[in-house]
C-alpha cells in the first residue's frame, strides 16, 4: 500500500468534500448505483484470483520469474485499483477532486442506455406512439 500524506483541507473544501461524500454514499444505497460499487468489488475479487493463479503457475517448470513477476504486479494494481474505485463508490474519497469525479461518474455512468436499448417514442400515457 502507498504511503500517502494527506494534506489539511480548507474549511469550506473540508464542508464539501464531507458532503460530497455524504450524497455519494446516498446514491451508493441504491441500485443502480450499488451495482456499479458490486462491479467495482468483484473486479478487485477476480483479480486477486489471478494473483493466486499466477503465482501458483510461477512454481511451475520452464517459467521465467521476471515476465511471472510482471503478470503478479499487473494483478495486484489492478486490484488496488479496483478496490479504490469500489471505495471511492461509497463515498471515501479523500479529496474533493477525487469525490467529484466518483460523483460524476455515478451520475453519468447510470444516466447511460445500455448498449442496444433504442429510445421509443411514447405519448404522454406511456403508450408508444406511431402502433
Not at 511451475?60 to 463508490?89: H, K, N
Request: proline fraction near 5%; include cysteine; aromatic fraction near 8%.
Amino acid at each position: 500500500m502507498h504511503n500517502v500524506t494527506k494534506f489539511p483541507l480548507a474549511p469550506d473544501q473540508e464542508a464539501q468534500l464531507r458532503a460530497t461524500n455524504a450524497k455519494i454514499a446516498a446514491l451508493a444505497a441504491v441500485k443502480p448505483y450499488s451495482d456499479i460499487h458490486s462491479a467495482f468489488v468483484f473486479a478487485a475479487h477476480l483479480a486477486m484470483e489471478a494473483v493466486s493463479t499466477a503465482s501458483e503457475l510461477d512454481k511451475m517448470p520452464g517459467i521465467e520469474r521476471d515476465q511471472m513477476r510482471l503478470v503478479v504486479d499487473f494483478w495486484y494494481s489492478f486490484a488496488d485499483q479496483a478496490r479504490t474505485a469500489a471505495l471511492a463508490c461509497l463515498g471515501g474519497s479523500q479529496t474533493l477532486a477525487e469525490a467529484t469525479v466518483a460523483f460524476l461518474f455515478l451520475q453519468t455512468c447510470c444516466a447511460r442506455k445500455p448498449a442496444g436499448a433504442e429510445s421509443v417514442p411514447q405519448d404522454g400515457k406511456g403508450r408508444v406512439v406511431g402502433e
